[in-house]
């Protein structure tokens, strides 16, 4: 018989936002956090693990978690709590598809069949680091950097604040791009950022950290969000030479990052939406 080893909770994305449920799987000692996104509807389902805890109890511990989920908004009739196995950390891979991004961009598990047609291929084996492109923000930001090696030439140096599986990053060098920072403050994206530039024979530095380094980058890339975007802005702007595309933002909190980061000395260029989600791109 397969061991239970951890619950999972599911919530749908139009009762709760992605702010509040990071709350929530904080407040709950979360093993991990996930976004799943259809791909046709751009719909969001937002998922959080949890170790079974056996002094509790399991239906104390339901309880404890469909409780968390109604205080932080969510309708019960879309929240869902399920036991999994000892293969729950694989348990994401049968909602991950290949995916096409852009005019040349195909991003997959490595368990997906490579592309056919001719567009460049990164796979990605992110395990719980954040970043596998299906994502509306991480689908912006990659739109944003293949626009800028495509219409504008290949930087020559990439910085990706806040890398989690290090897709931004890994997708600059694959178009071209060379030295190539990786940084987060999340030991287990250090390690994803490495473990899938080796899967896609590039390279770059992948740093523990949580601050911008002080040096130039000629593209910055940051898909965080926007509390951090906001906190990071006197750091962040003297890294950039050249242009900097930020996302992780609501389209709502576009006004606040423009005068945050043009006080600062950059010039706006361009906003893009996608549903609710927006990037910004700014220029040195």
């Known amino acids: 018989m397969q061991a239970i080893t951890c619950l999972e909770l ?12 990071s709350q929530l799987a904080e407040s709950l000692d979360s093993l991990g956090t996930s976004i799943e996104t259809d791909y046709d509807s751009q719909q969001e389902t937002h998922i959080a693990w949890f170790t079974v805890n056996e002094d509790m109890g399991l239906e104390e511990q339901r309880a404890r978690l469909a409780a968390g989920a ?7 009739e879309q929240t869902k709590i399920t036991l999994l196995g000892d293969d729950w950390e694989t348990a994401w ?12 961009l195909w991003v997959r598990p490595s368990f997906c069949d490579a592309p056919t047609d001719g567009r460049i291929d990164i796979v990605l084996d992110p395990g719980m680091a954040f970043g596998t492109g299906t994502h509306p923000t991480t689908y912006l930001c990659l739109e ?3 626009r800028y090696c495509l219409q504008q030439h290949v930087p020559e140096s990439v910085l990706d604040m806040g890398a989690g599986s290090g897709l931004l990053a890994i997708t600059a060098a694959k178009l071209g791009a060379k030295d190539i920072h990786a940084i987060d403050y999340d030991p287990i994206s250090v390690e994803a950022s490495e473990v899938n530039a080796n ?37 962040l702007v003297p890294c950039v030479d ?32 996608m549903g609710e989600w927006a990037s910004v791109e700014y220029k040195a």
Not at 11 to 18: A, F, L, P, Q
Not at 70 to 76: E, K, R
Not at 208 to 218: A, C, N, S
Not at 247 to 270: D, F, K, W
């Open 199 to 235: 899967i896609n024979a590039i390279s770059l530095t992948s740093t523990l950290g949580d601050t911008p380094p002080q040096r130039t980058f000629e593209l910055v890339v940051a898909n965080i969000l926007a509390g951090p975007l906001l906190g990071m802005a006197e750091k």
């Open 93 to 104: 891979q049968k909602y991950w598809k290949a995916m096409p991004v852009g005019e040349t």
């Open 144 to 146: 944003a950097i293949e």
């Open 10 to 21: 599911r919530i749908s994305g139009k009762t709760v936002d992605e702010v509040r449920f």
């Open 242 to 273: 050249k242009q900097l595309i930020l996302s992780g933002l609501l389209e709502s909190q576009v006004a606040l990052n423009r005068r945050t980061y043009e006080s600062l000395g950059l010039t706006h260029i361009a906003t893009h939406i």
């Open 70 to 76: 109604l205080l932080s908004g969510a309708q019960a």
